[in-house]
């Protein structure tokens, strides 16, 4: 962790060893803003910023849903 300046690279995930289907979109929870982003891919951009977002802490999550499978849905 950078205190004083924003740092940014790429993670990239184990999505066999996860039980992800690469081919698959799978949802990022991040836990400690409870922003979640629908990545693509094993590898994704991650922006730290000391200011805003110092660190990030990622829930991940085979299955996406759609907007079909919430009971709401009309």
Not at 29 to 57: D, K
């Amino acid at each position: 962790l950078d205190p004083r300046h924003t740092q940014s690279g790429y993670v990239e995930l184990p999505l066999v060893e996860l039980g992800i289907e690469p081919e698959l979109p799978f949802q990022i929870h991040e836990l400690l803003s409870g922003a979640r982003y629908i990545w693509n891919g094993a590898r994704n951009f991650v922006e730290l910023n000391p200011a805003t977002v110092p660190a990030q802490i990622f829930r991940v999550r085979r299955r996406v849903r759609t907007e079909r499978e919430f009971e709401y849905f009309l």
